[in-house]
């Protein structure tokens, strides 16, 4: 029976500086955020947020997964499609750590701000200047379309991007919200920008012809895969479809505005990337059948062959033709079970549950798999898949749930986010980051399953040299110590205690204001 491991609440100090001025900053937390936005005009759009991306209940010392700013998803899309100007409207230092991040993980655009202050918020002048804004960048030589994002602060305090005009000087105008406390991780919100853009093309081709990709259309139909994929996967699928005589199209979110028109012009949605619910939504709008999960190892590419077909109405020995010839490149080297040893997973790209079970295909012995993503439809399968294999399984983990996994089964690989490599590395297990070293790599075909060996082989051989550097270091540096001193500093828990007690004692001298008034 599956162990499920408790969500353990770290106590926290609080920070005394959230608790001064009007509490409607971007610290005035989720309830409160939540509550201003729907006052302000905003329930529609909320309500159907929670629909789309649904929160945990009881999600534990934290109100959503520990992934970066949601904000991050839907700007990267924006950023990489051609012939698009991305403005923001939100706090200064939200806007630049998001361009930061974002030229950090290859951005090579400007992104526009329309900056804002208590006066032009409160006036409605910050609506002006984004219409200003938006004219201003809305130049059909250049662009084809402008997407202007509001953050949390101008979310909350109900700018209405919904009347901006759709279009202007024939360039596209997509007007989004994509607050922290609506969204709640940074893949969901690649969903928001790619679901809204596919609805504005849904629309276009509803009111007549479009534009044809600029490769032009191909004789096959086409299976569109949502979900942002390393470039070799989709070649891979493309060869996997073709007994079927399907081809793989166009990948969501895409890199520029035909791609759109492409992908609703197939015969079946691939959710590959189970989350994206806002654009499903607009696939079946297009009256496209959508199948979940993927081609990974030898059951998944078995089984997503025999949906796919069915979904595209392909004869019975065409499918099995495909899935024979897929599977006979994949038994050679699954059948080895080439990876022997004891891992744990965790990650915020969405596609977690699809390396785990590639991972116990190729013989791992896998524990835990958390995902800061949600459960949906699409990922059911591949859930209870993993679950039958005594695979405990987190949807929307934080990364308490994360680390508490990593010490009970005690792996002797750790897969995860930044902050688990951080511990793992601390606590002497070899360990993996999700983001840069597995989903920068093929996940399907044979091509994945042996990419996959390689890089978790290559980590899991690393234990004898991290053992070597411990004993070579021991503790120095660790707790209050860390860093690099003149002298070692001396820990002063009287100050820390002095220092709680006042927060304590300043928490409920405002309980009782509250409670008073």
Not at 108 to 131: A, M
Not at 153 to 162: E, H, M
Request: charged content about 20%.
């Amino acid at each position: 029976m599956t162990r499920t491991i408790p969500i353990q609440p770290i106590p926290q100090a609080a920070n005394p500086a959230s608790l001064q001025g009007d509490g409607m900053g971007c610290h005035a937390g989720t309830d409160a955020m939540v509550a201003a936005a729907k006052e302000a005009g905003k329930s529609e759009v909320l309500d159907q947020y929670a629909r789309d991306y649904p929160r945990q209940p009881d999600a534990g010392p934290h109100d959503q997964p520990q992934s970066m700013c949601p904000a991050f998803g839907s700007l990267r899309v924006g950023l990489r499609m051609k012939r698009t100007a991305t403005i923001l409207s939100g706090s200064a230092c939200c806007v630049y750590g998001l361009t930061f991040t974002s030229h950090f993980y290859g951005a090579r655009r400007s992104v526009g701000y329309v900056p804002f202050n208590s006066e032009s918020l409160v006036t409605g002048k910050l609506f002006e200047d984004i219409r200003e804004a938006v004219h201003a960048e809305a130049d059909p030589d250049k662009v084809d379309t402008v997407i202007i994002i509001n953050l949390c602060v101008p979310t909350a305090s109900g700018v209405p991007l919904q009347l901006l005009p759709k279009e202007i000087n024939g360039v596209r105008i997509i007007g989004i919200d994509v607050p922290g406390f609506g969204v709640p991780t940074h893949a969901e919100a690649k969903d928001v920008l790619a679901g809204a853009m596919l609805k504005y093309a849904r629309e276009e081709i509803m009111s007549g012809p479009v534009a044809a990709p600029r490769a032009g259309r191909g004789d096959l139909p086409t299976v569109s895969l949502l979900g942002e994929m390393f470039p070799a996967d989709p070649v891979i699928i493309g060869q996997m479809l073709a007994p079927m005589g399907l081809a793989a199209g166009p990948v969501v979110p895409t890199r520029e505005w035909r791609e759109l028109y492409a992908a609703l012009d197939c015969s079946v949605a691939a959710a590959i990337h189970p989350f994206y619910t806002a654009s499903v939504r607009e696939f079946k709008a297009a009256g496209r059948p959508v199948v979940g999960s993927a081609p990974v190892g030898l059951e998944g590419t078995q089984d997503w062959l025999q949906n796919i077909g069915q979904a595209a109405g392909i004869a019975q020995s065409q499918i099995d033709l495909a899935r024979n010839q897929a599977l006979t490149q994949m038994r050679g080297l699954l059948m080895q079970k080439p990876i022997s040893g004891r891992i744990t997973l965790s990650g915020y790209e969405g596609s977690e549950l699809l390396v785990g079970r590639l991972l116990i295909e190729c013989g791992a012995d896998l524990r835990y798999v958390g995902s800061a993503c949600p459960a949906t439809e699409w990922n059911a399968h591949d859930i209870e898949w993993l679950k039958a294999k005594g695979v405990q399984v987190q949807m929307r983990a934080s990364l308490e749930q994360d680390l508490n996994a990593m010490y009970e089964y005690r792996p002797q690989l750790a897969i995860g986010t930044t902050p688990v490599v951080q511990i793992a590395k601390q606590n002497s297990v070899p360990s993996l980051y999700f983001t840069n070293l597995i989903s920068a790599r093929p996940l399907m075909g044979v091509a994945g399953a042996g990419s996959l060996v390689q890089v978790v082989q290559a980590a899991m051989g690393n234990q004898a040299r991290f053992d070597a550097m411990k004993e070579f270091f021991g503790d120095v540096g660790a707790g209050h110590a860390a860093g690099v001193w003149e002298s070692v500093p001396k820990d002063r828990p009287e100050f820390k205690a002095e220092t709680r007690r006042q927060i304590e004692k300043l928490l409920k001298k405002r309980k009782a204001e509250e409670m008073g008034s």
